[in-house]
């Protein structure tokens, strides 16, 4: 994560001179606008870098010539194809003017997650720019439920999280757990790009699915730009590069539209984690730590019921780092201490109910198949195929085999 330091001259916004070529407007807006980047996870600019004409409006606007240029130098620096035009700008307007409250909070929360995504990013050696993916999928909220069941920061549905090895159960969620799930989005989206070699395809098949994607190629008569293929994909999937593309610009010229984080944040340096075992209940840790009890649940919101299970598996406890030290010498003490499971931060939220599949579809295995492709083909699990069809857990499928699937 890089840190953003820059002086701008004092520029009037209302930059409409028709006599100036593109260039000499251009060069008045990003006049001296050198940018320079470290690690700490405090990355956005100070409100003191930026003149007052920009200061004293409530949501700067810039000719359209000025984004476009903008967003070709991000272009420049990253292997995802980010480009300018009208969905684009309708984000932009969208995040920066009708939602800038949340885009605010958005800043904040990334000191928090942004250094978590770009370890596990470049672990996978994948590029650091699908960090802002999060931020379109769920405002970095891991508690965030859409419509349709998907939870979490990167929004998985239990069927996906079940081919990813992400556990949900009575009292945990791992599709809340911002380790673990960032690591099953990076081996998702891996896959994706595996399977259709370019980054802006496997973007829109992350929202929409890989098999409507296939399906739109395939309707559009082989077309691979993403653009040419809006015609063939639902209207969610229609506006999701494009909202990509405009959270990727509003967050590295966050200053220049005068957003800056609106409320407290935590940073991930000043946060430690530690492995531990049940029984624990998180407000037990808060009363003999002296954490402040809301921010050690926002810490670890994979435990719905804010206790650790007694399962005999070791689990991640995250907490600021200077209270390591007092939580260790009273562990003890935190586990003896009996609580009553009954808090629960998902107690005002309806949980989805579960999916019925009662479609039957066949797929016949062809070369390069096996469970796991064909279990993130039709959104399902490993498990759910080998019960559909009958299959003994070591079963090895093998080419001209016909699979039954039950699809929504």
Known sequence: ?????????????????????????????????????????????????????????????????????????????????????DVVLKYIKAYGLSN??????????????????EEYFAKYGLPLELKYL???????????????GAVGLWQFLKPTADVMGLKVTTYIDERRDVRKSTDAACRYLRYLYETFGDWQLALVAY???????????ERSGGKTNHWDLLPFFTDQMKNYVGAFIAMEYLMQYHAEHNLFPNQGYIEYM?????????????????QTTGIEYETLKALNPQYLLAYIPNDGEYHTLTMPFDKTTAFLSKITEVQNVPQQVN??????????????????????????????????????????IKKWNGMAEDHVIHVGDEIKIYLE
């Not at 409250?101 to 928090?112: D, E, F, H, N, R």
């Not at 929202?207 to 190629?217: E, L, M, P």
């Not at 000043?270 to 808060?286: C, E, F, S, Y």
């Open 270 to 286: 000043k946060t430690d984690t530690l492995q531990v075992k049940g029984p624990i209940h998180l407000k037990n840790v808060a």
């Open 1 to 85: 994560m890089k840190r953003i330091i820059s002086i701008i001259f004092a520029i009037t916004v209302s930059l409409t001179a028709s006599s100036q070529s593109d260039s000499d407007l251009i060069g008045r807006i990003n006049k001296s606008m050198a940018q320079k980047y470290d690690s700490v996870n405090v990355w956005w600019r100070s409100p003191s870098t930026i003149p007052d004409s920009i200061r004293q409006l409530k949501a700067p606007n810039y000719p359209e010539i000025v984004y476009e240029k903008r967003i070709a130098n991000l272009d420049e620096l990253t292997s995802i194809k980010l480009e300018y035009n």
């Open 100 to 117: 800038r409250p949340k885009m605010q909070k958005v800043i904040g929360l990334s000191a928090y997650y942004f250094p978590i995504f």
């Open 134 to 148: 999060a931020a379109v999928e769920s405002s970095l909220d891991p508690n965030a439920i859409s419509k349709s």
């Open 207 to 217: 929202n929409g699915g890989q098999g409507t994607v296939k399906n739109a190629i």
């Open 343 to 384: 808090d629960s931060i998902i107690a005002t939220e309806e949980l989805p109910s579960t999916i019925k599949r009662d479609k039957l579809v066949i797929h016949k295995v062809v070369a390069g198949d096996n469970l796991f492709r064909i279990s993130m083909k039709y959104s399902c699990s490993i498990n759910e």
